[in-house]
């Protein structure tokens, strides 16, 4: 059986790319995304930003790592 062929590049643009890493759980308490650290608000808006403004959004991502609580899943939280 051979390997799916990556399709990334079909989404690829000549604009600030998304910080999107296809993990997309929004963390109750700050709504944020666990996996890209953007707003809910942010994601659904994305593709209407300005550059100006997505430029704003990823220079501010590195600040809000501190902001999630990560939630411990599967036989990790059992065992607790």
Known sequence: ???????DHI???????SPCVKI???????R?????LRSIDEIGAWSQMTP???QEVMADLPS???QITKRR?????RLK
Not at 24 to 30: D, L, N, Q, T, Y
Not at 32 to 36: D, E, K, P, S
Not at 73 to 77: K, L, M
């Open 1 to 7: 059986m051979s390997k799916p062929e990556n399709t």
């Open 64 to 66: 809000r790592a501190g």
């Open 32 to 36: 944020l995304c666990t996996g890209c």
């Open 11 to 17: 989404w690829a643009r000549a604009e600030i790319e």
């Open 24 to 30: 997309c759980v929004i963390e109750p308490k700050s």
């Open 52 to 54: 100006e403004a997505r």
């Open 73 to 77: 899943g599967g036989r990790a939280a």
